[in-house]
Structures are given as structure tokens and as C-alpha cells.
């Protein structure tokens, strides 16, 4: 039985189409991300799957429960870890971890063992308040109070958002030792970085999912020959590059811009062309796509 099975999931706000024929299954102890930037509808779909908001069509199971049918026994077997802060702030961390608890009908000493690793890193400072803790600290906080009642299913919803790169790496870090106690994860991100830290993923823009499959078989799959460019004057680099007949797409990817370009043009012909342009200083150099080139061409076409 799969812990998530939907079939074409459809929400619309007034005109705005949000969910265009979602289908999505995640298996039990499975990391599964959904990758794609804001508005893409991220949020709508998980709010859905926690029994949140209807769809107005499709259909969708948690834990083998109806979504619609089972709701109320739904949200005692998932935990969920909303994008923004949602814990008590006027609580202190350890109140806020009894709260949740005592929701659920259980206690922290019950389910401790499932907390400790990412506890211990907070507990110096239960006695403060959540409002007041660091965002990796809330982090930490919120990750524990959705897991305190033992879920079978956990969906995060973009966790790292505006945490620092340490704090990141510890939460995919704790993710993937919780995967290893059968619990299911369901987490988005804007992050692309974060996609290949994932068991299987889905590039998600406008409502749609464009391609799932495992990281390495969305970069496998990746057939268009790619280059990286830069030069002294990047802004006017990209604006130039688009004008060039052989260059399909041209992107700015951090300090260089990634080129796609037509199979029989070569490095040395772009070299030219661009020098030709007043680029004297320009490099070209031929480079293994990434998930974010693979985002950017399914999402262009």
C-alpha cells in the first residue's frame, strides 16, 4: 500500500488555476521532493493531502485513508510542517512540544526515542520562548512537534526557507535517518540543490508536474548540449547570447550563464561570434547539466 496515492488533483482559486491533474505516488519510507519555485502550487497540493482544502476533482489516500471520506482519522496518522512558523510563540519550546503531544493523546517521554537526535540539539534552550529562537532553532522545534505523535506520513512543506546553509544540511540530515523508520516524507523546496538529496522527485511549475523520476534519471534524461559563458559585462553577455541564431536558451545560472545550443555549432564558432560583439574576454566551456537545467528546459517548452 502506498503511503500517498492521489490521481488527478485539480484546484482552482476563482481564475486561478493552482492544481492542473495532479497524480502522485510515495511509498512507505520513501523521501519524496517536490522541486519547483513560488506559486508553482506546492502548497495547494499539500494542503489537500493534509485533509486542509477540497480539490475540486481528483482523489487522493494517506496511509491507505479517503482524504475527503477520512479526514478526521487521516490527521492522527501525518504530521505537517507548514511553510511559515505556526508553533505557539509566547510558548517556550518545551510547552509547545507538551502541547502538541497532549493533541494527540500521547506524551513526549512515549515517543521520545523518535525526537532525541534533533531534541537534544534544542533542549538547552526548552525554557526560552519559540519566538525568540534562531530560524534554525524553530526549525528544529517544528520538526519535533510534527513527529511527536508518531506519524506514518510527513509533509514538509518548504522546511528550509530562509534558514542558514548549516542549518539545511543538518534537516536533510535528520530527514534521511528518519526515512530509515519507515515514515514516509513528502517535502518541496524552491532549493534545486535540495532535489538531489531526495529518493525520487517532481519538477512542479504552473499547477503541473513536469517530469518524475529519480535526480540522476532527470539529469540522464537531460539530451540538449550545454554550455557555461561568461564574460566581463554578464547583463549585456545574456542579452547577447539570445540573439545568436544557434543558441536555443540562455539562462543566468550564479556567476556564469548556461547555453543550450544547436548540435553542430561548436565552442570556438560561439567564441567568434561573441568576440565579434566586443566580448573579448569571454569563455566557453562545455558542462554536465544540473536538475536546475533540466527545470529550465521542461519549464521553457
Not at 53 to 79: F, N, W
Not at 151 to 161: A, I, N, Q, W
Not at 219 to 228: F, M
Request: glycine share 8%; net charge neutral.
Amino acid at each position: 500500500m502506498a503511503a500517498i496515492h492521489a490521481e488527478g488533483l485539480e484546484k482552482s482559486y476563482g481564475k486561478l488555476v493552482a492544481l492542473k491533474g495532479i497524480s502522485l505516488e510515495v511509498g512507505a519510507g520513501e523521501l519524496f521532493g517536490i522541486i519547483g519555485p513560488d506559486g508553482a502550487g506546492k502548497t495547494t497540493l499539500f494542503r489537500i493531502l493534509t485533509t486542509l482544502i477540497l480539490a475540486d476533482k481528483g482523489t487522493a489516500e494517506v496511509a491507505g485513508l479517503d482524504v475527503v471520506k477520512d479526514y478526521k482519522a487521516i490527521r492522527s496518522k501525518v504530521g505537517y510542517m507548514p511553510g511559515r512558523f505556526s508553533l505557539y510563540q509566547d510558548l517556550t519550546v518545551e510547552e509547545n512540544l507538551d502541547f502538541f503531544a497532549t493533541l494527540f493523546h500521547t506524551t513526549v517521554r512515549e515517543n521520545y526515542d523518535l525526537i532525541k537526535e534533533i531534541y537534544v540539539q534544542i533542549e538547552p534552550f526548552k525554557k526560552r520562548r519559540a519566538g525568540a529562537l534562531s530560524g534554525g532553532m524553530k526549525q528544529k522545534l517544528a520538526l519535533c512537534c510534527a513527529l511527536i505523535h508518531k506519524p506514518e506520513v510527513l509533509f514538509l512543506d518548504e522546511p528550509t526557507t530562509g534558514v542558514d546553509p548549516i542549518s539545511r544540511k543538518e534537516f536533510w540530515d535528520m530527514l534521511a535517518r528518519l526515512k530509515q523508520q519507515g515514515i514516509a516524507i513528502l517535502v518541496s523546496t524552491p532549493y534545486m540543490d535540495e532535489a538531489s538529496l531526495c529518493d525520487r522527485i517532481a519538477l512542479m511549475d504552473g499547477g503541473q508536474f513536469l517530469q518524475t523520476d529519480t535526480p540522476k534519471g532527470i539529469v540522464a534524461s537531460y539530451k540538449e548540449t550545454i554550455w557555461a559563458v561568461k564574460a566581463s559585462r554578464m547583463p549585456q553577455l545574456l542579452k547577447e547570447l539570445r540573439q545568436i541564431q544557434q543558441v536555443k536558451t540562455a539562462f543566468a545560472f550564479g556567476d556564469v550563464h548556461h547555453i543550450t545550443v544547436e548540435k553542430d555549432f561548436t565552442p570556438e564558432q560561439l567564441k567568434e561570434k561573441l568576440v565579434g560583439a566586443g566580448f573579448t574576454d569571454a569563455v566557453v566551456s562545455p558542462i554536465q547539466p544540473g536538475i536546475e537545467d533540466a527545470f529550465m528546459l521542461l519549464a521553457g517548452k
